[in-house]
């Protein structure tokens, strides 16, 4: 079956440091991923996505790396702000479905 | 715009108890999901629609009806609430879903 999950649960960095962090996920024939972005008692919100074919994509401040071989999807951060703090979620959808499953998300706190 | 709306922001309910969440958008967009997030978990889908008249089930469907009798429109309906069912849930659009999911604000949901 589909699963998508987080290497780490939390993460802190120092304000203006590069942040990684990491999604695994376990079905080949996934088509579409995407990050969310949730801060506390509000809707996730939109960061990056990418699409099957493509290696990377870059955003503002923001870079996501897809990993085919070895099922592995991660979002970089740069110069990361007190305002990056918050819970990230990847999801992804298996290719031929309507469905995102969602990983269990990591904790990014950011100190000044 | 809007974009996406739910009602209510909270709910107390005592098992046994049947309501509706309301969710909403005016981004015409086809496809509309909900799901639900429990405390250090991801998200997980009930039900998903691709559009007007069609819907289908997610990861956790059992206890929760939807029906998509327009395209703005999408309910979430909970027949007999149980304790189980406490939590927040979440409303997404999106063109399809294989883009940005737009999320409303949420429903926190007790029940007793």
């Known amino acids: 079956g589909e699963s998508v999950g987080l290497h780490l649960p939390t993460l802190s960095v120092q304000e203006g440091d590069n942040s990684i962090i990491n999604c695994a996920y376990s079905?080949?024939?996934?088509?579409?991923f995407i990050w969310y972005k949730q801060e506390s008692g509000k809707g996730p919100q939109f960061i990056i996505d990418i699409r099957s074919n493509m290696d990377k994509r870059q955003g503002q401040r923001v870079t996501v790396l897809l990993n085919k071989t070895v099922k592995h999807l991660s979002l970089q951060i740069a110069a990361t702000q007190p305002g990056d703090s918050a819970v990230y979620f990847c999801a992804n959808r298996e290719g031929g479905s309507e469905k995102l499953v969602f990983g269990k998300g990591t904790k990014l706190t950011v100190n000044p | 715009n809007a974009g996406v709306t739910q009602t209510p922001k909270f709910q107390v309910l005592k098992t046994g108890q049947s309501m509706t969440l309301q969710c909403a958008q005016d981004m015409n967009h086809e496809y509309m999901s909900w799901y639900r997030q429990d405390p250090g978990m991801g998200l997980r889908l009930i039900h998903y629609?691709?559009?007007?008249?069609?819907?289908d089930q997610g990861e956790v469907p059992n206890g929760y009806n939807v029906s998509r009798s327009t395209t703005e429109d999408f309910p979430l309906r909970l027949l007999s609430a149980a304790p189980s069912q406490t939590s927040v849930y979440f409303c997404a659009s999106s063109y399809d879903s294989g883009n940005e999911q737009f999320f409303g604000p949420g429903t926190r949901l007790t029940v007793l």
């Open positions: 079905n080949s024939a996934s088509d579409y």
């Open positions: 629609s691709v559009g007007a008249g069609i819907t």
